[in-house]
């Protein structure tokens, strides 16, 4: 199988859970009840922080080391690269959160409902770059830093906490009005973006083999400031936030076992 290939079928399994996530909106009219809600972001952030540091950054480290290159250069480079790419895309694009009243980035008379949307699809582009490249890298050389199955777990991982996001999408926008299809179409849309960008990174990679640590640290850093400035924050919202805070872990721990047992 080449990179590219890899790549493409391992992004479609988050692309595919997200979808499953829009579909609940054919079940239920109300959005996810609070308490859920909050341990769903926690999970969420648990696997993207392990992810981030399991199947991101410690392979960056070897890798680039291994190429006669100082581990923390492209590590600590590429995540910083990440994070501010992250912030630019926040502070610019017009977006709106599922749940709150006012949209963040630029003013925009885009409807709420396409808010919504770029919300959701903005944080899921640097977890596409993290599956495409995981997968390009395991196939490039069998005995990589990554593993393929290091690579499919970490495609389930976040395939699993895409799945109340799609629901956080499709949901609140049935609620704002929107026919139950149009609604799933937009949930399900928010995540059209990770095989798209899974496959664009594997493509700069391909072509210029020793960005390869960069860019996965970039990814990294991208999905940490997502886990920093949203999923965290909104995890911990309410009087008891102990759910929101052990789903954390929970979430964390299940990536990692995932990632050693298979890897």
């Known amino acids: 199988m080449y990179p590219m290939t890899g790549a493409a079928i391992g992004t479609l399994i988050p692309f595919v859970m997200t979808t499953f996530g829009a579909a609940m909106v054919f079940f239920f009219r ?5 308490g859920a809600q909050r341990i769903f972001l926690g999970f969420a952030a648990g696997v993207m922080i392990s992810a981030s540091v399991w199947g991101l950054l410690s392979p960056a480290i070897e890798e680039a080391e291994a190429a006669g290159t100082p581990g923390w250069i492209p590590a600590a480079g590429g995540f910083a690269l990440g ?5 630019l895309m926040d502070t610019i694009l017009p977006h709106l959160h599922p749940g709150l009243k006012e949209p963040e980035g630029m003013s925009s008379s885009m409807k709420r409902s396409t808010l919504m949307m770029v919300a959701v699809t903005l944080h899921n582009i640097p977890e596409g770059m993290a599956v495409g490249l ?4 395991a196939l490039q050389h069998g005995d990589s830093t990554i593993s ?12 699993i906490q895409n799945f109340p996001e799609g629901a956080a999408v499709s949901l609140p926008l049935r609620r704002e ?34 960005l390869m640590p960069w860019l996965l640290s970039f990814a990294a850093g991208a999905m940490m400031y997502v886990v920093v400035e949203e999923l965290i924050p909104e995890a911990h919202l309410g009087d008891h936030s102990n759910s929101g805070t052990l789903s954390v872990m929970v979430g964390f721990l299940l990536m990692m076992v995932l990632d050693v047992t298979l890897g």
């Open 83 to 87: 994070v501010a790419f992250l912030l």
């Open 134 to 137: 995981s997968f390009a890298l």
């Open 30 to 34: 109300k959005e996810v009840k609070e």
């Open 177 to 210: 009005g929107l026919s139950v299809w149009k609604s799933f179409a937009y949930g399900s849309l928010s995540g059209i973006v990770e095989p798209i960008f899974g496959i664009l990174v594997v493509l700069v990679a391909g072509e210029i083999q020793p």
């Open 148 to 159: 393929l199955a290091s690579a499919l777990a970490l495609a389930i991982g976040i395939g």
